[in-house]
């Protein structure tokens, strides 16, 4: 072989070498080869991780992945869409579309994946039920049975105890209620507010598990109104429509005529909080929500003594209710579910504070609305049909639909507790929800 050939061949495998070398280092970097694109482009990737349950399969664009939750999808040409399905035997699958971009990881960190079936047990039978609500250790049940009848159930006995609620007054009960989503209980279990109507007025009353039944009504007029006689502009009669439990064990929210006021047990205090035209409230913690008339969302921090408004909902709603991390806002109505983000998300999707989206639409009527317990879904009875809908909002939009016929609900979200009134029967549904 002559010199010039040896030279020629030692030119080639230098430049072979540092062709390979690049294309391993391209490669190594996450470089790939785009046919359709006739170019080298940095890939991405796609990060899915569960909440619930763990182990769940992957499949990208109908091919598995060969990987389980939490898992990360990399090495994707960008610039396209990968449709993600993540599924586990038992529960009803999850999918999104994802649009890589090169050199960054798309994804989903809360994914929940809901069980295909309700596995319900039966607690409570009795056909005359029609509204129940569960306390949050789950020791007792309100029921109504019939439009002026209601009773507690005590769960933590044997022979499972019920007391009806009686009334030493002559005064007729036309109807008795409490607050849906689990807001009459206070947070150790051991009081229930509920009100009664009775020709042109509603009366508010406290259950106590130790001390029996207490007139609130009686209470707020007597040592309330009267001793503070001066104050302006409390009403002459307590016309409460909703009273839930506030930042302690002694204090209480009241809404009277659209005006909401701060009620302290212990002392037989009010303090007007300056609010009018209020439409609903709800509470977490020493923070109170607020929807005021015209569809204006407010936060106020009562630790801080401070009220921000938050802006306008997208949609004029009837409810307010705050997650159960205290980090965001549902409003709804019959028709529809928002949320409000009071805080910067650090997880896919971004959301920044005061953030709005509306997260479902119904062609029925919703009547229930709750929390899940991990704050990134909305679990909620429409037409007698259990439904839940994620927040993440990249389509297509995941929602569950079970098919039994449900009249009504009670969800513990500490626990992923939940319980339905099914065929005359109070259930409790087996497992984490």
Not at 273 to 287: A, P
Not at 291 to 311: C, E, M
């Amino acid at each position: 072989m002559s010199r010039k050939t040896r030279r020629i061949l030692f030119v080639l495998a230098v430049l072979a070498f540092m062709v390979l070398g690049f294309v391993v280092i391209a490669y190594a970097q996450g470089y790939r080869w785009d046919f359709k694109a006739k170019r080298l482009l940095l890939s991405g990737a796609i990060y899915l991780e569960t909440i619930t349950p763990e182990d769940a399969q992957i499949t990208i664009n109908a091919k598995s992945a060969h990987k389980t939750t939490a898992a990360l999808i990399k090495n994707l040409l960008p610039l396209r869409r990968y449709k993600a399905l993540v599924a586990k035997e038992g529960y009803l699958p999850w999918e999104k579309e994802f649009e890589i971009a090169p050199g960054l990881v798309a994804g989903a960190e809360t994914i929940v994946l809901f069980p295909e079936k309700l596995n319900a047990q039966t607690i409570w039978p009795d056909p005359a039920i029609t509204e129940f609500s569960v306390s949050p250790d789950q020791k007792y049940i309100a029921a109504k049975t019939g439009p002026s009848r209601l009773i507690i159930r005590d769960l933590s006995r044997p022979d499972a105890t019920t007391a009806p609620i009686n009334f030493t007054d002559k005064r007729k009960t036309i109807a008795v209620g409490f607050l849906k989503n689990n807001r009459g209980w206070s947070a150790e279990s051991k009081k229930l507010i509920f009100y009664r109507d009775i020709s042109a007025r509603r009366l508010w009353y406290i259950w106590d598990d130790a001390k029996g039944l207490a007139d609130l009504t009686s209470l707020y007029e007597r040592q309330i109104v009267i001793k503070q006689a001066s104050v302006s502009p409390l009403p002459a009669k307590f016309t409460a429509s909703k009273i839930v439990w506030f930042g302690g064990g002694n204090n209480l929210l009241a809404l009277i005529n659209n005006n909401l006021f701060n009620l302290d047990l212990s002392n037989g205090t009010v303090t007007d909080l300056k609010l009018n035209e209020v439409i609903d409230f709800d509470s977490y913690e020493n923070k109170i929500a607020i929807l005021k008339k015209p569809d204006i969302l407010l936060f106020i921090d009562s630790a801080v003594d401070n009220i921000s408004v938050l802006g306008q909902a997208k949609f004029a709603p009837q409810k307010i209710l705050f997650s159960p991390q205290g980090d965001k806002i549902a409003y709804a109505n019959s028709t529809s579910l928002g949320v409000f983000w009071l805080k910067e998300t650090s997880r896919q999707p971004l959301k920044k504070a005061n953030d709005q989206e509306v997260v479902y639409n119904s062609n029925g009527q919703i009547l229930e609305t709750f929390w899940h317990r991990y704050g990134e879904h909305l679990l909620f009875l429409e037409n007698q049909k259990l439904k839940t809908a994620e927040l993440d909002a990249r389509p297509p939009l995941n929602t569950a639909t079970w098919n039994e016929t449900i009249s009504d609900i009670s969800y513990l979200s500490a626990d992923s507790k939940l319980f339905i009134l099914e065929s005359g029967a109070v259930k409790s549904v087996e497992g984490e929800f």
